[in-house]
């Protein structure tokens, strides 16, 4: 069981906004900040959002992300099908001293 | 181009010990905390280790500690972790990444390195 609690599956039609859910604790989401990660199987994961809502450079505005208290959340707008990918959110624990990453969602492009 | 590669993965028996190595290059390696996160499979990221730059601040995952020690030669621009005790569970791909903050910010990953452990 993850600390950070993710659906483990959205979908969508190509066009279509989906949206993943990071439900975490004070310790983590609600007290630091939340990163998201897109994760090819196979391949390296990639940063997609810092800081809770700010994109690295090269990343498409398509993405984006909130926070509020201890749920985060990453969005993708415009869904294209090389979005199929595994989505994580993590954040730093306070209590465990730690990076903890959600259980991640795989986004299915319909 | 930032360049991470991990090697030193293999197939090892259930109480063996394995160590695995990741050699940064094309930034400055001596400013960045460190990462060790994995994969099993089928399964989720999850976290191993971190080491700041200075390797003052040094953390473990609960499913590792006492087992596993993380190292780093900021002269050979390198990220080790010494796994020793190594059960099934272990099993996985193993990424190493780079953090600018030591807080889970890992802007650069590796490609990975699997390890196996099986009788």
Redesign the interface.
């Known amino acids: 069981q993850?600390v950070l609690i993710q659906a483990p599956s959205a979908s969508g039609t190509p066009e279509q906004r989906v949206t993943i859910s990071c439900s975490g604790s004070s310790p983590n989401v609600g007290n630091?900040?939340v990163?998201w990660?897109q994760?090819f199987p196979g391949?390296?994961?990639?940063?997609l959002i810092?800081?809770n809502n700010q994109r690295?450079s090269g990343i498409p505005d398509r993405f984006s992300g909130s926070k509020s208290g201890t749920s985060a959340s990453l969005a993708i707008s415009g869904l294209r099908s090389e979005d199929e990918a595994?989505y994580?959110c993590?954040?730093?624990d306070d209590s465990?001293?730690?990076?903890?990453?959600?259980?991640?969602t795989k986004v299915t492009v319909l | 181009e930032v360049q991470l590669v991990e090697s030193g993965g293999g197939l090892v028996k259930p109480g063996g010990s394995l160590r695995l190595s990741c050699a940064a290059s094309e930034f400055l390696f001596s400013s960045y905390t460190m990462h060790w996160v994995r994969q099993a499979p089928g399964k989720g990221l999850e976290w191993v280790s971190s080491i700041s730059s200075g390797t003052s601040y040094i953390y473990y995952g609960d499913s590792v500690k006492g087992r596993f020690t993380i190292s780093r030669d900021n002269a050979q621009n390198s990220v080790y972790l010494q796994m020793n005790s190594l059960r099934a569970e272990d099993t996985a791909v193993y990424y190493c990444a780079r953090d600018t903050h030591g807080s889970g910010k890992m802007d650069f990953w590796g490609q990975g390195t699997t390890v196996t452990v099986s009788s």
């Open positions: 993850s630091n900040y990163y990660y994760h391949t390296a994961p990639r940063l810092y800081n690295p595994d994580y993590a954040s730093w465990l001293s730690g990076v903890v990453f959600g259980g991640g």
